[in-house]
C-alpha cells in the first residue's frame, strides 16, 4: 500500500494509442491510405495522470494492463513523469488499444479496445481504500466498468472530479458527488437524459439544467472555444487562446489534468478552469495525447485579451 496519499488519485484507463495519421477521415465504406503509424502511451485515466503529474501534482494511478508488449509503452509515460504507479494491476490478457485516426485539420477519431481496463472491477479498486480516501482530489472517467468507478468515488473523501467521458450509467446519487463534473457540449445533454431530462439546445442551457440537478459545479469543455463553469452561481465563460491546431488527441484530458492540478493545490474552480484552457489549448499544437502535455516549465498560450474580465461579467 501506499503510505502517504498523494494530492490526486487517478482512477482509470491505460491504454496505448495506435496512431494513424491521414490526410481526411474515411467516409462510411471508403478506404484511404495512411501517412504513419505510432505507438504511443495513452487511456484517458492515463493521460489526466501524466498531465497532473507534469504540472507539479504529486500522482498516484489505479488502473491495470495486460500481460503483453503493450503494457510497457502504456506506462513508460506514467513513469517518466513520476506517477506512483503501486496501484496498477496486471492481469492476464491484453493490454487496452485505442486506434487514433488524425487527419491533416487536426481533428481526430478513436476507436477504443478496452482490454485490462474491462477487468477492472471493485475488488480492484477496494484495497486501495486509504489512498483513494487521503486524496486531495480523485478523478473518474468513463472508461473502466461502472462498479469500479463507482466504488472509487464512493471511497474519497476529498474532492472528485467525474469526467463522464464516455458517458456511462451511474448511479444518481453517486453521480451527483461530482465537483465538478466535467463534460463536453454532446457528453452534457447525455449526462442529463440519463437523470430523466431534456436537454435544451445552448450549452449555457445544458451547463444550467445540470446544476439544476443538484451538481455542487460544472464545467463543459467546448474545444477550440473554450469552456463554461458554473460552481453554484452564473454560467461563466472562458474563452480559448488562439492557436495552430496540430492534434486534438487527449486535448481534453490535458484539461482534467490541469484542473486537478490546480484544485488540489487550492486554487478556486474558475481560476482552475482558465489554467486547464490554457493547458488544453498548449496541447493541441503538439502531435499525441501524452507527448504534447507541458511541464512547469513550459510558457502556456495566454487568454485572450479582455478574456478574464469579459468571463466575469458575463451573465
Known amino acids: 500500500m501506499i503510505a502517504v496519499s498523494p494530492g490526486v488519485v487517478v482512477v482509470g484507463s491505460i491504454n496505448a494509442d495506435l496512431v494513424v495519421a491521414l490526410e481526411r477521415h474515411p467516409r462510411p465504406g471508403e478506404t484511404v491510405l495512411g501517412r504513419s503509424m505510432t505507438v504511443l502511451p495513452g487511456g484517458k485515466g492515463a493521460n489526466q495522470a501524466v498531465a497532473a503529474a507534469r504540472l507539479g501534482a ?3 494511478m489505479i488502473g491495470a494492463v495486460g500481460d503483453d508488449a503493450y503494457a510497457v509503452t502504456a506506462l513508460s509515460a506514467l513513469t517518466d513523469a513520476g506517477v506512483d504507479l503501486r496501484a496498477v494491476q496486471r492481469t492476464d490478457g491484453g493490454t487496452g488499444v485505442a486506434v487514433v485516426e488524425v487527419s491533416d485539420d487536426g481533428e481526430n477519431s478513436i476507436v477504443v479496445l478496452p482490454g485490462a481496463n474491462a477487468r477492472m472491477t471493485p475488488d480492484l479498486v477496494s484495497p486501495w ?3 483513494i480516501g487521503g486524496a486531495a482530489v480523485v478523478v ?6 461502472a462498479a469500479a468507478t463507482q466504488t472509487a468515488i464512493l471511497t474519497a473523501s476529498g474532492r472528485v472530479i467525474i469526467n463522464l467521458a464516455p458517458v456511462i450509467t451511474v448511479d444518481r446519487d453517486v453521480l451527483l458527488r461530482a465537483d465538478p463534473l466535467v463534460v463536453n457540449e454532446h457528453e452534457g445533454a447525455l449526462v442529463l437524459e440519463q437523470l430523466g431530462k431534456a436537454a435544451p439546445g445552448a ?3 445544458v451547463v444550467e439544467a445540470l446544476v439544476a440537478c443538484g451538481f455542487a459545479s460544472v464545467v463543459m469543455t467546448l474545444g477550440g472555444a473554450g469552456a463554461l463553469v458554473a460552481d453554484g452561481s452564473e454560467v461563466l465563460a472562458v ?3 488562439g492557436v495552430t491546431v496540430v492534434d486534438t488527441t ?3 484530458d490535458a484539461f482534467v489534468g490541469a484542473l486537478a492540478a490546480r484544485l488540489q493545490a487550492g486554487d478556486p474552480l474558475r481560476e482552475a478552469v482558465r489554467f486547464a484552457v490554457r493547458v488544453g489549448s498548449y496541447a493541441v499544437q ?3 495525447a501524452q507527448p504534447s502535455y507541458p511541464t512547469l516549465g513550459d510558457e502556456l498560450p495566454e487568454l485572450p485579451v479582455g478574456g478574464h474580465d469579459q468571463q466575469e461579467t458575463r451573465t
Open 203 to 205: 450549452h449555457r442551457d
Open 286 to 288: 503538439y502531435p499525441g
Open 239 to 241: 474563452p480559448a487562446p
Open 140 to 145: 473518474v472517467q468513463g472508461e473502466l466498468p
Open 129 to 131: 481504500a486509504e489512498t
Open 58 to 60: 504529486s500522482v498516484a
Open 250 to 252: 487527449g486535448a481534453g
